[in-house]
């Protein structure tokens, strides 16, 4: 059974750091690609950050410079280090896992930025 778990998610306030946690199993999963994505009230989820399997990184153009993905294949963990968090940052954060025509999500943790 496959299981993408984040954790990590909580209310801080604007310019606050937080680091999400995703907790991967059921999956070969040094072979995945994995990402993070969000989805705040009334919009549709869109992409935050991925990492391949060869730990290159993309980031959406709204989170450059103060968002750090990255991986851990010794515990199966992926992790969104997020810094200067904006209220715009609210969402559900999610974490997905894809390789070929695989593709799994995790059930969000949500993420709320404000004073």
């Known amino acids: 059974q496959v299981q993408l778990v984040e954790s990590g998610g909580t209310l801080v306030q604007p310019g606050g750091s937080l680091r999400l946690s995703c907790a991967a199993s059921g999956i070969p999963f040094s072979i995945y690609n994995m990402g993070w994505y969000r989805q705040a009230p009334g919009k549709q989820r869109e992409l935050v950050a991925t990492i391949t399997r060869g730990s290159t990184t993309n980031y959406a153009d709204s989170v450059k410079g103060r968002f750090t993905i990255s991986r851990d294949d010794a515990k199966n963990m992926v992790y969104l280090q997020m810094n200067s968090l904006e209220p715009e940052d609210t969402a559900v954060y999610y974490c997905?896992?894809?390789?070929?025509?695989?593709?799994?999500w995790g059930q969000g943790t949500q993420v709320t930025v404000s004073s």
């Open positions: 997905n896992g894809f390789f070929a025509s695989r593709d799994y």
